[in-house]
């Protein structure tokens, strides 16, 4: 995946961060049952999950570092590298696929410059396939930070970029 060429270098967890995740911790069966939660606030706050954000969250659930990105890696909405200021989630689930899925992507690569997995120049977009967003009835979909999109067509496709400009 491209990325923006100089990342600021990840700074450590500050003690209000830490406190949300105790605060979850606090509210789970066990420290470790927390691993998600707490990866999604640190996730929230600076975009990605580094190498050394996983190390302190470990740190502070009793997990190593392997255990953790074990767990980071395997779902998919966890990023493990910095991504762009908005992430365009396109789905590739077969009933998007042929509701046109493919043709959203191209539209994406043309306006964009970018194909799946890729960063634009400027930091502003990263696209990554998703398995399924469960919107199969409003197919082909999207998904940008927060927001489902769909179905897309090529006017859609091209306002819904322009609005995350």
């Known amino acids: 995946m491209s990325t923006v060429e100089h990342a600021p270098a990840p700074v450590p967890l500050d003690g209000a961060l830490r406190e949300q995740i105790e605060a979850v911790v ?10 998600m939660d707490a990866l999604k606030i640190v996730q929230k706050r600076f975009g990605y999950v580094s190498d050394s954000h996983l190390a302190e969250v470990a740190n502070l ?9 074990g767990v980071a890696t395997f779902y998919n909405l966890i990023f493990r ?16 696929w042929v509701m046109g899925a ?3 992507r191209a ?7 970018i194909a799946p997995g890729e960063t634009t120049p400027d930091g502003n977009f990263t696209l990554l396939p998703i ?3 469960g ?5 082909p979909a999207m998904m940008v930070d927060d927001d489902l999109h769909g179905p897309l067509d090529a006017a859609k496709l091209d306002e819904i970029l322009e609005r995350y400009r």
Do not use: F, K, Y
């Not at 659930?61 to 392997?66: E, F, N, V």
């Not at 590298?81 to 998007?96: E, F, N, Q, T």
């Not at 919107?135 to 197919?139: E, G, K, L, Q």
């Open 107 to 113: 539209q994406i690569r043309e306006r964009l410059g």
């Open 135 to 139: 919107c199969c009835d409003r197919a």
């Open 61 to 69: 659930l009793g997990m190593t570092p392997a255990e953790l990105d």
């Open 102 to 104: 493919d043709a959203a």
């Open 26 to 35: 606090s509210a789970s069966e066990t420290r470790r049952a927390a691993c």
């Open 81 to 96: 590298r910095p991504v762009g200021r908005h992430v365009i989630l396109l789905c590739d689930s077969i009933a998007c």
């Open 131 to 133: 398995v399924c967003l």
